[in-house]
């Protein structure tokens, strides 16, 4: 059963204007140090590296969306982050005040599933987030908390 969905579409231009304004104090706020890490491994490609960062950003956005709060009630930017399955497909992992909120919207007696989908086509990047809660036999890996 889903039980949130949100989307975010995003300008890269826009973030790579706020990383060269801001810097570190802007990826520390806002990223999670395994999207750092991401990042840095695409230091070679400027245009990459923030398509890299836009695309978390608008990930944070739509998850946020999805858990029906937005940027507020106790949910912040590095409560979401975005990580790789070991087959390559990205999803949330979420903390303190994001995970709260995914816990109360989970019905007993089922777990949370966060499937992301991210893209980006220059000058744009884009995220979708679907939550689902699904019984604990119907997926072999948790993706929500650490």
């Given at each position: 059963m889903i039980i949130g969905i949100g989307s975010d579409l995003i300008d890269i231009t826009r973030?790579?204007?706020?990383?060269?304004?801001?810097?570190?104090?802007?990826?520390d706020r806002i990223f999670t140090d395994v999207e750092r890490s991401r990042a840095g491994r695409r230091a070679k490609n400027e245009k990459m590296v923030v398509a890299t960062y836009a695309k978390r950003f608008a990930a944070k956005e739509a998850c946020s969306k999805a858990l029906g709060t937005g940027i507020f009630q106790g949910v912040w930017w590095r409560d979401?982050?975005?990580?790789?399955?070991?087959g390559g497909r990205p999803t949330m992992q979420l903390t303190g005040g994001a995970l709260a909120r995914?816990?109360?919207?989970?019905?007993p007696g089922f777990e949370a599933r966060i499937d992301l989908s991210i893209t980006d086509?220059?000058?744009l990047a884009q995220a979708f987030v679907v939550i689902s809660a699904v019984a604990p036999q119907q997926h072999a890996s948790r993706s929500i908390s650490s």
């Open positions: 973030v790579a204007k706020v990383i060269e304004r801001h810097g570190d104090r802007f990826l979401m982050g975005v990580v790789n399955m070991p995914l816990e109360k919207l989970t019905p086509d220059w000058p």
